[in-house]
């Protein structure tokens, strides 16, 4: 067999492959022989059907096996022989002709490959660390959260709806007076962002068992109509904050006991928070210096998956950017992805099975229901090693001034700390959609 692999543009390889005479000829041979150990032909025994015969009867898709016998083969071969990384499968040209059992045969396999990564000097990256200061603001920031959350709703008897309060209600929602929704024995807070504001304001202002009728139109000029009844009236009471406080939200003999606790939550996020910048600066001038001609299937393919990323998780991401915007974040999502695996090749980062089983575990703690990939495992701790590794051997200058975190921003740094109740969301049950609600 004769193998030609040329280099083309964009990460391709074109490889020509030409098979004498004699080897398509074994491959017919080899196909012949199983075939006839199970067909039946009239006036010959099983398995002694001669191969002449055979031809006659299954010339078509005799020559379309054989076909995909030498493609399959002679690409695994070639593959493997010549170091080639597929990163998507291959392109076969045959010029609509099909192999025959006495002549030579030949064909081309197109494929994308994994680009080339050209980058040195990846050690020694310079950076500079912005600590975030933790205050007694910060720490009363996530009480007041904590009080929140755990607040009790009590029942309202003598006064109307006001602003903030919690209503019960039955009703429906309407859309050119057909019925979309039920949102029977749902609890609405009164003035919430969360209600559509024609109903948000007609609740203020009610009593138990009012009624109230509704309307307002969509973009497109649809009439929604909101027809509900007030139930209940509840406001929320929050609780001091005390030790009885303390020892509830998570066993603490104190105030201060608590507080300690929360700063000390606090002050590792925020550092896991400056860890994080460190290594996006890091990532991100090796991107932009590095060479690496990524194959524009491998584009499109990653473009298509950060559109259905963004709409299972309906954050509007990919809708906000333009085609042009979209294909150049792919572009260096997959730069950084290749530059990371680089660089873990040149240094042999690698995790055990025994590091992929652990975290396997942790993750099933949170994801029981979700069958987890373990070579994705793998993928992101090795992606984790390689950042811990450029990490440690960066150049990290500390800047002067530490970075000041507002009060409000707290939950910028701070995610449901271990030991405490999480945070549960308000009952806001409504969203405006362009059409309707939902």
């Not at 045959?94 to 192999?99: A, C, H, I, L, N």
């Not at 005390?242 to 606090?266: N, P, T, Y």
């Amino acid at each position: 067999m004769k193998v030609t692999v040329e280099e083309l543009p964009g990460s391709k390889r074109e490889i020509q492959v030409e098979l004498e005479e004699g080897e398509v000829k074994a491959h017919f041979d080899k196909s012949l022989n199983q075939l006839a150990k199970g067909a039946q032909i009239s006036g010959f025994r099983k398995g002694k059907v001669p191969p002449a015969i055979l031809e006659m009867k299954f010339g078509k898709s005799l020559q379309a096996e054989v076909l995909e016998k030498i493609v399959s083969e002679s690409y695994e071969k070639v593959r493997k022989d010549e170091g080639i990384v597929p990163i998507s499968p291959p392109s076969i040209d045959t010029k609509g002709s099909m192999p025959e059992k006495n002549k030579a045969y030949s064909f081309k396999i197109t494929v994308d490959v994994r680009p080339a990564v050209k980058i040195d000097d990846f050690k020694g990256v310079v950076v500079e660390r912005e600590r975030m200061e933790i205050t007694d603001e910060h720490v009363d920031a996530v009480l007041q959260r904590k009080r929140e959350e755990r607040a009790e709703l009590l029942p309202v008897t003598d006064r109307p709806v006001m602003k903030g309060d919690w209503v019960l209600l039955d009703g429906e929602s309407l859309l050119d007076g057909k019925v979309v929704q039920d949102f029977s024995g749902q609890l609405v807070q009164a003035g919430s962002d969360s209600l559509p504001q024609e109903m948000s304001e007609a609740l203020i202002g009610c009593s138990v068992g009012d009624e109230r009728n509704v309307s307002s139109e969509t973009e497109s000029g649809e009439k929604v109509t909101y027809r509900f009844k007030v139930n209940a009236i509840k406001e929320k009471r929050l609780l001091i904050v005390d030790d009885e406080f303390a020892k509830d939200l998570g066993g603490f003999q104190s105030v201060e006991e608590l507080r300690a606790d929360i700063r000390k939550k606090l002050e590792a996020i925020a550092d896991i928070r400056v860890k994080d910048d460190l290594k996006r600066q890091i990532i991100d001038k090796l991107v932009d210096k590095a060479e690496v001609e990524v194959p524009r299937a491998l584009i499109e393919r990653q473009m298509e998956r950060m559109k259905v990323l963004s709409k299972v998780r309906r954050d509007g991401t990919t809708e906000k950017l333009s085609e042009k915007e979209l294909e150049d974040l792919a572009v260096r999502t997959l730069k950084e992805y290749f530059v990371l695996d680089e660089i873990a090749k040149r240094e042999d980062i690698t995790v055990t099975d025994e590091e992929v089983e652990k975290a396997k575990a942790r993750i099933a703690q949170h994801r029981k229901d979700t069958e987890i990939d373990a070579e994705d495992v793998r993928s992101n701790l090795v992606r984790e090693k390689v950042f811990d590794f450029l990490l440690s051997n960066a150049t990290i200058n500390d800047k002067e001034e530490s970075r000041i975190v507002k009060p409000g921003d707290v939950d910028f740094i701070s995610p449901t700390a271990e030991g405490m109740k999480p945070m549960q969301r308000g009952p806001g049950f409504f969203r405006r959609r362009k059409h309707g609600m939902e």
